[in-house]
């Protein structure tokens, strides 16, 4: 089992920042990939931004640029930088860890609202 507890979420007006962190705990040694969604009211979960455990990482094309996606392996937590924040990006953000077992976990969700 893998617990996953995020932080960080806000309110934050049209071209500000925010940080997000995801801390990871219990059996942290068969995570690999980590990432961070988004689900808007009345939309579906989408993919934001994704790394490997040897750090590679990819990102949604909307927010290529703003966002920035980092893991520190020592602490088991991962970051998700946003910049140049859009009313747009307003939903509650995921933190997703996949597993060598295949088992998917998440954490709670933490809102973010951007406002113009």
């Known amino acids: 089992q893998v617990q996953l507890v995020e932080s960080g979420g806000g309110l934050v007006q049209a071209g500000g920042s925010l940080r997000l962190s995801c801390a990871a705990s219990?059996?942290?040694?068969?995570?690999?990939?980590m990432g961070w969604y988004r689900q808007a009211p009345g939309k579906q979960r989408e993919l934001v931004a994704a790394?490997?455990?040897?750090?590679?990482?990819n990102y949604a094309d909307s927010v290529k640029g703003r966002f920035t996606i980092s893991r520190d392996n020592a602490k088991n937590t991962v970051y998700l930088q946003m910049n140049s924040l859009k009313p747009e990006d307003t939903a509650v953000y995921y933190c997703?860890?996949?597993?060598?077992?295949?088992?998917?976990?998440w954490g709670q969700g933490t809102q973010v609202t951007v406002s113009s």
């Open positions: 997703n860890a996949g597993t060598t077992t295949q088992a998917d976990y």
């Open positions: 219990g059996s942290i040694f068969s995570i690999n990939a």
């Open positions: 790394i490997t455990s040897g750090g590679s990482s």
